[in-house]
């Protein structure tokens, strides 16, 4: 098996970059599940049922969120009827939509968790006792487990990938939106990055349009933060599993730029 998960989606910057690289997606990886992280893609907050609609008329089949899950109220329209969505699973018991789904490849199911950090963001459940629980539930039904974890502390996201290390296929951080270059696997065979980037606007702040962002820093004044406009830049992961143990054979990272996109 093979996944190629892609960075947050940032705005309609981000949608425009998706449409333009999965062609080349999957042209060069035909036989690969398609994952990205959405809780960005309406404007920079949350996502739309149109907007789930169109990537997933991309090619993506299964969507993670993050903190940013609840921005767009009309989500809770949807979101529990949306069996390719998942919202980070130590939300509170109650909250809608499922931290986890299960989606089929051939012959084959991949058990897709998305999990939330507590370091500097709201401290919801421990994101560590809860995909111990999963596990435990599964009870290895599933060989192939991939998890997205919503982080922002570079820490948190590490003591994660050992935490899981040799119990999952692949841990992937996401939430920070740079790409971080520290793709292995770990000694127990599990996949890790400690972010995977994002696909959006390349000259902004982490998406959103810098001039504001250096005035917020510069004055500390109240700032409106809106997402850049202009080229993208697009990142994501490509992780090659055994069919046999469903641990991980490699990790690579795939970064795309909208002026050099045709060079590599």
């Not at 921005?71 to 109650?94: H, L, S, T, Y």
């Not at 119990?167 to 793709?183: I, L, M, R, W």
Request: proline share 5%; charged share 25%.
């Amino acid at each position: 098996m093979k996944i190629v998960f892609i960075g947050d989606i940032v705005g309609s910057v981000g949608r425009k970059a998706l449409k333009n690289i999965m062609p080349r997606l999957k042209q060069l990886h035909p036989h690969a599940v398609f994952i990205a992280n959405g809780e960005n893609a309406a404007a920079g907050k949350g996502i739309t049922q149109a907007i789930a609609k169109e990537i997933y008329e991309m090619g993506i089949q299964a969507i993670t969120m993050g903190n940013h899950t609840w921005d767009q109220k009309e989500i809770f329209d949807f979101i529990d009827r949306d069996d390719k969505m998942v919202r980070p699973a130590n939300f509170p018991p109650g909250t809608p939509g499922k931290g986890q789904t299960v989606i089929k490849v051939k012959d084959q199911e991949l058990l897709i968790i998305n999990l939330q950090g507590r370091t500097f963001l709201p401290p919801i459940d421990c994101p560590f006792r809860k995909v111990d629980e999963i596990l435990e539930a599964d009870k290895k039904k599933h060989k192939f487990v991939f998890v997205d974890f919503h982080a922002e502390a570079t820490s948190e996201k590490i003591a994660m990938g050992w935490h899981l290390d040799g119990k999952v296929s692949a841990v992937v951080g996401t939430h920070t939106h740079v790409q971080t270059n520290d793709n292995r696997v770990l000694p127990q065979g599990t996949a890790y990055v400690t972010d995977v980037g994002m696909v959006g606007p390349r000259d902004g702040i982490l998406g959103v349009e810098r001039n504001a962002v250096l005035q917020k820093f510069k004055t500390q004044l109240p700032v409106r933060f809106i997402t850049d406009e202009g080229k993208w830049h697009f990142h994501a992961v490509v992780i090659e599993l055994n069919d046999q143990t469903g641990l991980a054979k490699g990790i690579n990272l795939i970064r795309y730029d909208e002026d050099q996109v045709f060079m590599d």
